[in-house]
């Protein structure tokens, strides 16, 4: 039997950003449609933005962004606009995950990818444009930045920048709670249903 994926709670997240300044990359750039076969959350980390951290041969290519220290080991990401726009593949928010992704930071996302970011652990952040280029002027530092998603607030040197994230979605994130979990959540109720429902129409449940 398979063992269930279990959501990590999201607590205070410290980290060196990395910045990738181009806007309306899409899902088939975060993870190319050849590593679509696989239905596990696991090994897709090393195929994240495949076309632009390799070459042709498969050699890393040393000046991309996350392929240089201190960035390969970020966990938080800085983005053009548009973030996550394409095809509505789970499997992005698995391979920025795996990766070691735990927060993305744009001025804007494509919706269903912006959405599947809670539901996988993944702190989707929408700020103004200036804030992201000047959180990415940041990380020329190479300094952490930390964010605060109890107070929703991203600090960083002196300075100290609020966010709005929904607050259901922010309590699934802190609490660690997927869609599955949630209906965990609920079991009990669950079962009394199930219980009313085969005393009060056993008929529903004959097999002819």
């Known amino acids: 039997m398979l063992e269930r994926y279990k959501m990590e709670k999201f607590s205070n997240l410290k980290?060196?950003?990395s910045y990738l300044?181009?806007?309306n990359i899409d899902t088939d750039m975060i993870i190319p449609k050849q590593f679509l076969k696989t239905i596990k959350r696991t090994g897709l980390g090393k195929s994240l933005?495949?076309?632009m951290r390799y070459d042709e041969n498969g050699k890393i290519i040393n000046d991309f962004i996350l392929n240089r220290e201190p960035y390969n080991k970020s966990k938080i990401l800085l983005t053009g606009k548009n973030f996550g726009c394409g095809s509505?593949?789970?499997?992005?928010?698995?391979?920025?995950?795996?990766?070691?992704?735990?927060?993305?930071?744009?001025?804007?996302?494509?919706?269903i990818f912006y959405n599947n970011c809670f539901k996988n652990g993944i702190?989707?952040?929408?700020i103004d444009d200036k804030v992201v280029l000047e959180l990415a002027e940041y990380s020329k530092r190479k300094e952490e930045i930390?964010?605060?998603?109890?107070?929703?607030?991203?600090?960083?040197?002196?300075?100290?920048?609020?966010?709005?994230v929904d607050a259901f979605?922010?309590?699934?994130?802190?609490?660690?709670?997927?869609?599955?979990?949630?209906s965990m959540e609920k079991i009990s109720q669950i079962d009394n249903f199930?219980?009313?429902?085969?005393?009060?129409?056993?008929w529903l449940l004959k097999n002819d």
């Open 88 to 111: 509505s593949r789970e499997h992005a928010p698995w391979a920025l995950s795996d990766f070691g992704i735990k927060c993305v930071i744009s001025s804007s996302f494509a919706d």
């Open 123 to 126: 702190l989707p952040i929408k």
């Open 146 to 164: 930390e964010i605060n998603l109890e107070k929703q607030e991203i600090k960083y040197g002196n300075k100290v920048i609020k966010f709005e």
């Open 169 to 182: 979605k922010k309590k699934c994130l802190i609490e660690g709670l997927d869609d599955i979990a949630l």
């Open 15 to 17: 980290s060196i950003p």
């Open 194 to 202: 199930e219980k009313k429902l085969i005393k009060d129409k056993p």
């Open 49 to 51: 933005f495949y076309e």
């Open 21 to 23: 300044s181009l806007q």
